[in-house]
Structure formats: C-alpha cells, structure tokens
C-alpha cells in the first residue's frame, strides 16, 4: 500500500472508530480520491510544460473502491440518469448566482468536485453530464469541472490526460478531435451498488457543459490543458464570464488569461500566506476573484483573502471521511466558521444536508 493510501486508509479507520474526530481537511493537500489511488493531486503541475501539450498525469490511478464505503445520497437516478426526461430545475440553491463574486455575500457554497464526486463519488460518473443535472437538482451552487484540448483544438471535460480511466478508449486527450471523443463512452462505477443508469454517457464537451450550467451553477473550470487561449476565448464566446473560473494552481497560467481578457475571472490556489502574498502582487489591477487554500490553513489564511474581496474556497475531502462514516455533518459548517465561503466536497449531498438546504 503506497503512504498516501494508508494515509487515507488510516483516516478512514479512525473516522469510523471514533478515534479522529477532526481528521486533516485533505490528505497531503490531495483530494481523497488522489489520496487513496496514490495520483497526483488536483492542482496543475508547474507551468513550465511544454506549451503544445497537456501538463501529464500520472499513469491510470488504481479506483478500485475501500470495501464497505457507504454511499452519499443524491437526487433519485430517475431524475437525471440515462433513463430521465430530464426537466431543467434552474437554479435550486436559494443563494444568488453571483454571490460568488458579491463580496458582501456571506451565503456558504457548495461545489461538487468532478460533478458530484470523483472517484469515489455514489451519485454520478466524474466529470458527466448526468454529474452536472444531479448537481442542479440537489441545489448545489456550482460544480468543478476538469477541461483539457483536443487535436483539433477544440476542448473537452476530463481529467486525466488520457482517457483510459474514465472512458471506453486508450490514448491522450489530445490525440483525438473533440467529436472522436465526444463519442467516447464513459466507463462505468467500479461499484455495483450504486444505482442509476449512466450507459448513455460520453465525454462531454466544454459547449455541453456550459448549456447546462448557464444562469444555474458557476464552474470551477480546472484548467488542466496549457491551451489557456482556448479556455478564454470558449468562455467569452458562451458570455459566461461571471460564471465560469479558470482554476489554475500555477499562478502564470492566471496571468496568461487575465493578458488575454482583463475581465476574465480566475482562481489561485496559494498554500501559504508567502504564496498568497506574492500571488497578489501579480494582480495589480484586479485580484483574483476565487482564492483556494489549504483545509488545515483556513482560519489562518481566511481573513486578508475576505479583507481583499475575495473569496475563499478550500477542499473538505478529509471532512467528508467524517461526515460519510460518523454521520458528523457538522464537520461542514466548523469549516464555514473558520472563514471559509465555498467548500469543494466529494460528497456534496452531504453539504447540503448540513446546512438544511436539500430541495423537496
């Protein structure tokens, strides 16, 4: 078993004995599904890559689920899986669209990661569009998403570099058109308990998603392809620039957005107040509008980030291990009162449960 997974392994063990009430808010700042398959983590690697081509990944991580991982419940499967006559909801969530980027809004927020959950989400496949439609209906304020370029330089939803993972395919991302891979099925949950019929879905395109969640959800657009240009000009030519985020951990790849359109919207991913700090003086018109931190570094963090106008945005990856196996939602909302104003979950349902804010 590699460190990271007994990390996670271990975390589990305590969650469900009783011995870890407050587990780390991450797993080495990895989300928990990074942390249990020994992948790297979701933030970007250096921008140093090569400028043609996708940052890599490591190879295929291992998704084989813990045995016994109970299930975080979403909407029923009927309403949005392959069989639904899907009916748009709008926007379930009682708090305003743009309180994201309203500093005086202090409403907490909830994304989904890849959705509805990575890896080891119970509601949705990573990254789909049945993700997406569950995510409308259980009220969630926004939802990550993954985009990466294709050979044709147009771009897609997905994760990994390849598409072995996730999909019914092998090979880069980009080296396939965006058709080719929008024809590509997605591979089914390693779980056979979790229901719902996803047989229909393929990989998105970044146009799909975006007719999904326009005037619904905002996107935290993790933007893992070095095609920043592509990403800018896809979210201008949608007129969704207060609605979408180019999520980027290598501050240079914000620059590089921000050159391209001053009023594109990013978000950074300091680890430190140093971090921070030297992010913020490559801003010098507009700072970021989204600042991601470290679930142990919020209450440390939080208070210059919420002084700027910005908001604050952490991962609760470690929390969601005690919330799905003690059944302490409460976790949830320690986070919120330490400072934090969107928390990224695995298991977004339960979120929302904490804060009484399920839809009939």
Known sequence: MSPPRARWALTLLLAACGGADEPPAAVDGAPLDAAVDGAIPDRDLPDSAPPDRSP??????????IPGLP?????????FDCTADFVDPGRRSPVPLDCVIDPDCDAPLVVG?????????????ENSRAAIRAALLLGLDGVELDVRHTADDRLVVLHDSTVDRTAFGSGPADGFTQAELAAMPLRPFTRDDIPGDFGCETIPTLEEAFALTRGRLFIDLDTK?????????????????????????GVDKAVRARAIDPAIRVQIRPDTPEEYAAAMARFPERPPEIVEIPGDRVAEMAPPIRAAGQAVFTNVFGDDAVALLRGRLAV??????????VLQSEYPSLVIDALDRRPP
Do not use: C, K, M, N
């Open 56 to 65: 890599p990944d490591a190879d295929p991580p291992d998704a084989r689920p």
């Open 71 to 79: 299930r975080a419940e979403g909407p029923p499967p009927a309403q």
């Open 113 to 125: 990661h890849r959705g509805v959950g990575g890896q080891l989400g119970t509601v949705a496949p």
């Open 332 to 341: 949830y909302l320690e986070r919120y009162a330490e400072g934090a104003h």
């Open 225 to 249: 392809t070095s095609r920043v240009d592509l990403v800018v000009e896809a979210i201008r030519e949608a007129g969704l620039i207060d609605e979408v985020f180019v999520s980027v951990s």
